[in-house]
């Protein structure tokens, strides 16, 4: 069988930069900022711009989600490189937690990393509103009078807690969120802050309640799900960075701030970025025939060679600040599997290929299989089989058409999934070409990451790729 090569419209390689975080008010070096949090907080950053804006005024921004994700750094890049936040708990009693670890140095636990940066901003997730008795209000003001004792030793740090944000009607009790309100007026308070001067308290849970205390009618995904959606984030990213920015320039002093027309580290990767993107993809990112693959037999590909990746191609359209196609060294009950790291914005999408030759055992399937686990549940996996075509005149899949399937991961337990060839429809952004998915005549797959109207990030696992054989 020939060995087919696949053609697209952009191919970007992203490339790690470390960058080193500054001390804060260094002449022409920009304050660092750490923003701790799980996926509201990742909405806000992405759909906000909030990492942009920051950085366009000076600022070096860096974010720690779920520990699956870890670090990000100012170019948006994730840095393979957790923090090991106890448990994934960012509810109060987690922040308790994390501020009562044992400062050490070199870093050797969640606060101590903290500390590594001037502005240590940091927010628990909406299930904390979910407020139920007096009793876990009260426990709440002990968490934080604990912390804010924390925060008072380390007083060259600027503290930015956020208030918690509030849950759709669904997900909680009108008495419930009666409590939420207050615990957002309790932190903002000056109850609460006068004295201290290095905490400021961003009040997200008032940029986004309605006067009953629930998430804005017009501010939801939907009746059940309390993550602030694209217009929450939108409205509110602006309000946010304003409000560090201005509590930055407070603390530290203007001066400390670099000017926006002296772009910072990050701002310089950022550039970089912007340039990559305009670069013009090699003609062909596929393999010719002295590189090509056999897949035959049940078992196709299970990850443990360190270099099967080296016949695989990659690519990004659009919107898609970082991906990488690389190799975890712990799989499905094997010491190796494929990994996807990744942040795409709305309309963007990014994936990774490979060609390969079918043998006799591809004809005697009725499916595809393999198992997989993601650092979120939700995120969006398409899995595309290109048959050869001679007739297929698309000039991004040259001479073959894809059939695919979208699926979406199922979080961090590895899982069983299995395809069968009538799961697969043809692409739909491919005109022309066979209607029929046959088998024998595969040449390519691909596994394509994001999503056409949110963004998305964060990291699937994919191992031990294996055909369905006919019974």
Known sequence: MAIWRITFVSVLILSMLLISVPAAGAQGEPISILFMHHSTGGGLIWEGGVRESLAGSGYEFWDHGYNDEGLVDPSGNYTGTNWNVPGDNTDPDGWYAIFNQPVTSPPSNTFSHMLEYD??????????????????YQQYQQYFLSIRDVMDQHSDKLFIPFTTPPLVPNETTPENAARARRWAEYLTSDEYLAGHPNIAVFDFFSELADETGYLRAEYRMDEWDSHPNTLANQTVGPVFVEFVDSAARDFYGDGAVAAP????????????????EGDEAPADVGYDGEMALVWDGELLEDFEDPSVLDQWWDYTNADVPAFDCGLSEVGYESSGAIQLTYQTGPDGSAGCGVNFETGDSWADAVGFRFAWRSSEPGMILRVALAVEDPSQANPDVEGATPFEIELQAPGETWTQVVIRWEDLEKAQWVDGGVEVFDPARVVWMALDVGHWEMPQQGIIWLDDFQLVLAE
């Open 261 to 276: 027309g002296e772009p910072s580290d990050a701002a310089e990767v950022e550039d970089e970025l912007d340039a990559a």
């Open 119 to 136: 502005v240590i901003i940091f927010k628990s997730c909406f299930p904390s509103s979910n407020i139920y008795d007096e009793g876990m």
